[in-house]
């Protein structure tokens, strides 16, 4: 054979030279794909390539990723058909990575929750990212399912929406709530008979109304004091809460802390100025504080019982001024008392600037009311920065419905059907302009309630009323349970 051994060995070692380069090369490459560290060298452009179940979301350099995402304003999210838009744009560099949860995980967590849109828009320049599921979205390793519900609740307008009949209401039974509903106000108790009243809820129309429970709500007022300051429908709705906190049942364990907030009977009174009671489990109190117009009322004589009293209508009541420091959340709420009437009989007599009103365009009812009310509110909103824990929050006003006179001229509301003049409210503004412009450019929130009590002219007590001097209905008061119960729900809500 032709070059013999020799040509043999050389052949032998130009195969394993070669089957060693083959190997060393499938372990070099073997080694490149599974080091991420060698990664960046594949692309001069120096770009991190994501797994399928990874998407980006775009970061805000002024905004660290683990904010709170109930900081985003309302200018930032939106609930629309869509979905939630968020208007932020950035450049397409502005992006972090953030692990998407897997669909059968989400199915299980959420399905209790009310349906929502799950899918969002985040706009980076010219381009947009869609984020499937977000509800799953993990911030600095925490589920943001919590801090969505709190975007939801900003972005949401409780103010439009439907009544709806609901087997599960109401909250809590007339006949059973006895330790905290006067006897006045719980028709169960009275000679009516149609109860549907009590069936409706209110439905907002592109959100859910978060369900009420006393657990909860003792749960977020822990260690925080709730305070109604206004008339004796603000003294609905604080009964209309206790009942809705202890679900109508007896409860013993609460302490009655009035005498904490001066809410005592005064030499000679009937019945104190307002009540407070405390759950003691978690520390939370509830009170209300009677200031039928929400301002200072000083008698002019303490030593005359039959004393006029100076109407301050530059003053906010005392009460506040004197306990604003311990109050966590307040609702004001003012209305029905400003006439001539009610200022008569009570004796009194409208200041401002400590003396007696000498000014022609306030002393009309209707401009005092205005002017009083947003003295007060502003008086609040420049206490705000002193007290940052303060949820402040002024109540519209709850509408009447006497038909064919008022409450002392032969005025009715005879009508004991639901939804008979309306259910649904769509209307852009509020119902209470007065209200509306007090509160705008300030830090009180306006908790409007007025449009949408205003097709629920069957709650009210009308004709049944144990007490009333013959054919003289009340179309002002409510029935409790009834209408009320939803203003609760929403503060709820809002807080």
């Known amino acids: 054979m032709k070059g013999g051994p020799h040509q043999l060995r050389w052949r032998a070692k130009e195969l394993s030279l070669a089957l060693i380069v083959l190997v060393c090369t499938s372990i070099l490459i073997w080694t490149w794909d599974k080091s991420p560290a060698l990664t960046p060298a594949l692309s001069s452009k120096n770009q991190l390539q ?39 744009a950035k450049s397409s560099s502005d992006f972090e990575t953030v692990p998407i949860q897997k669909k059968e995980e989400e199915a299980t967590k959420h399905k209790h929750r009310p349906k929502r849109e799950k899918t969002g828009v985040i706009e980076s320049g010219s381009g947009s990212t869609q984020i ?33 009949i609901d087997d599960r209401r109401p909250l809590y039974s007339g006949l059973g709530c006895k330790q905290w509903l006067a006897s006045m106000w719980a028709c169960r108790m009275m000679q009516r008979q149609d109860f549907a009243f009590e069936n409706l809820r209110w439905q907002p129309k592109d959100c859910e109304l ?18 109604f300051v206004g008339d004796s429908l603000g003294r609905q709705q604080f009964q209309s809460l206790m009942c809705m906190i202890t679900a109508g049942r007896e409860s013993p364990d609460v302490l009655d802390v009035g005498p904490e907030f001066g809410l005592v009977i005064p030499p000679g009174g009937k019945r104190p100025n307002g009540w407070a009671y405390r759950f003691p489990r978690t520390n939370t109190t509830v009170l209300y504080y009677w200031s039928s117009t929400l301002c200072d ?57 400590g003396e007696p009103n000498t000014n022609r365009k306030i002393a009309d009812m209707g401009s005092a009311k205005d002017f009083t009310i947003h003295s007060t509110i502003k008086w609040l909103n420049s206490k705000l920065p002193k ?9 519209s006003i709850s509408p009447r419905h006497f038909v064919n006179g008022d409450w002392n001229t ?21 119902s209470d302009h007065g209200a509306a412009s007090a509160v705008r450019g300030t830090g009180v929130k306006l908790l409007d309630i007025t449009a949408l009590s205003q097709v629920r002219d069957e709650g009210h007590i009308s004709r049944f009323s144990l007490t009333a001097s013959p054919g003289v209905q009340d179309c002002l008061h409510w029935c409790l349970p009834g209408v009320p119960d939803t203003w609760n729900e929403i503060l709820f809500a809002l807080i």
């Open 410 to 430: 032969g005025g009715s509301c005879n009508n004991t059907t639901p939804m008979s003049i309306g259910k649904e409210v769509l209307q852009e503004e509020s």
């Open 132 to 164: 499937e599921e977000t509800h799953n979205v993990i911030l600095g390793g925490k589920t943001s399912e919590q801090k969505e519900k709190r975007v939801e609740h900003q972005a949401c307008d409780y103010t439009k929406g439907k009544w709806v």
């Open 50 to 88: 994501l797994p399928p179940d990874i998407k980006t979301v775009p970061v805000d350099p002024k905004r660290h990723v683990k904010e709170d995402i109930s900081t985003w304003t309302r200018s930032e999210a939106v609930n629309n058909k869509g979905g939630y838009h968020l208007d932020t």
């Open 387 to 395: 007290h940052p824990h303060l949820k402040a929050f002024y109540r």
């Open 297 to 353: 009322l000083e008698p002019l004589n303490p030593k005359d019982p039959q004393t006029e009293y100076a109407m301050h209508l530059d003053r906010p009541p005392a009460f506040l001024r004197d306990f604003l420091h311990r109050i966590d959340v307040l609702v004001l709420n003012s209305g029905h008392h400003w006439n001539r009437g009610k200022l008569r009989a009570n004796k009194w007599i409208m200041y401002v600037g």
């Open 210 to 227: 978060e369900e009420f429970e006393g657990s909860k709500f003792l749960k977020r007022m822990q260690n925080r004091t709730l305070a």
